[in-house]
T-cell receptor
Framework: AQSVTQLDSQVPVFEEAPVELRCNYS??????LFWYVQYPNQGLQLLLK??????LVKGINGFEAEFNKSQTSFHLRKPSVHISDTAEYFCAVSWDTGRRALTFGSGTRLQVQP | NAGVMQNPRHLVRRRGQEARLRCSPMKGHSHVYWYRQLPEEGLKFMVY????????ESGMPKERFSAEFPKEGPSILRIQQVVRGDSAAYFC??????????????FGQGTRLTVV
């Protein structure tokens, strides 16, 4: 079965420190990869996406992610976090099987401390 | 261009009542998806609809849950005879009729259902 794994349920980090949120997926066909952010009691907002081309993708709010096909990973990074980045982050995958619906990881709660 | 609109934002139902959740997709979007988020968990796919058709309902519970997306009006997720375990946030997303699996989904703010 196709799956998405976010190994870290919580990541505490100090303000202005770098952060990496990990995402791995199962792969048997081409994939399309997304990172969404969810602020408390809000819906999901797209941070960035990888469809094809350059494996390093830049998104909003200073986030970037790198697609690594051999390791089936799509880790999210930010060189310097702010308090306002405190939120839940979800990795989502769509496989090139014609099925449009996204499969989500279980989420990583980023807690930025002063 | 308004985003995906869900209402109500909060819904309280007693056990055994019916819950109806509404979702108006973004203008020009003909694909609608429903997801459920249980407390402290990720989003689980429930159903994918296109106008008047259910395309994929592989994530829908077999009983008490149904969804529709009529030609006119919003998509409706209906839960009959609710139980405490149905308490969750229900998110609707929509996407345009292009690019298939590559298409970004735009999410509403969700309906938080509490069953008492």
């Amino acid at each position: 079965a196709q799956s998405v794994t976010q190994l870290d349920s919580q990541v505490p980090v100090f303000e202005e420190a770098p952060v990496e949120l990990r995402c791995n997926y199962s792969s048997s066909v081409s994939v399309y990869l997304f990172w969404y952010v969810q602020y408390p009691n809000q819906g999901l907002q797209l941070l960035l996406k990888y469809l094809s081309g350059s494996t390093l993708v830049k998104g909003i709010n200073g986030f970037e992610a790198e697609f690594n096909k051999s390791q089936t990973s799509f880790h999210l990074r930010k060189p310097s976090v702010h308090i306002s980045d405190t939120a839940e982050y979800f990795c989502a995958v769509s496989w090139d099987t014609g099925r449009r619906a996204l499969t989500f990881g279980s989420g990583t709660r980023l807690q930025v401390q002063p | 261009n308004a985003g995906v609109m869900q209402n109500p934002r909060h819904l309280v139902r007693r056990r055994g009542q019916e819950a109806r959740l509404r979702c108006s997709p973004m203008k020009g979007h003909s694909h609608v998806y429903w997801y459920r988020q249980l407390p402290e968990e990720g989003l689980k796919f429930m159903v994918y609809l296109q106008k008047e058709n259910i395309i994929d309902e592989s994530g829908m519970p077999k009983e008490r849950f149904s969804a529709e997306f009529p030609k006119e009006g919003p998509s409706i997720l209906r839960i009959q005879q609710v139980v405490r375990g149905d308490s969750a946030a229900y998110f609707c997303a929509s996407s345009p009729d292009i690019d298939g699996p590559k298409t970004e989904a735009f999410f509403g703010q969700g309906t938080r259902l509490t069953v008492v």
